[in-house]
């Protein structure tokens, strides 16, 4: 059975910091390319970041240079630090897992980034 749980969400001030944690157990996670996405309200889901099994990242050019996307293998888990935050980055945050034409979804986290 495939699981995918983001953790880490929250409110944070503008020019704050948050880390979001995604694992997932039940695949093989070295070979799945980890992606996380965002949707605002009334919004369409749209790409954050994603980093391939072999370690190459890209990025939103809306988040580029305040974002960070990260793996560990040996811990099934995929990161994503975010620096600078602005109050449209709010959304909720999924992370994907996706091989070979399959893909695997979390729940979703939220992060609201208001004064």
């Known amino acids: 059975q495939v699981q995918v749980v983001e953790s880490g969400g929250g409110l944070v001030q503008p020019g704050g910091s948050l880390r979001l944690s995604c694992t997932a157990s039940g695949i093989a996670f070295s070979l799945y390319i980890m992606g996380w996405y965002r949707q605002a309200p009334g919004q369409q889901r749209e790409l954050v970041a994603a980093v391939t099994s072999g370690g190459s990242t890209n990025y939103a050019e809306s988040v580029k240079g305040r974002f960070i996307i990260s793996r560990d293998n040996a811990q099934n888990t995929v990161y994503l630090q975010m620096n600078s935050l602005k109050p449209e980055d709010t959304a909720v945050y999924y992370c994907?897992?996706?091989?070979?034409?399959?893909?695997?979804w979390g729940q979703g986290t939220q992060v609201t980034v208001s004064s």
């Open positions: 994907n897992a996706g091989w070979r034409g399959g893909a695997f």
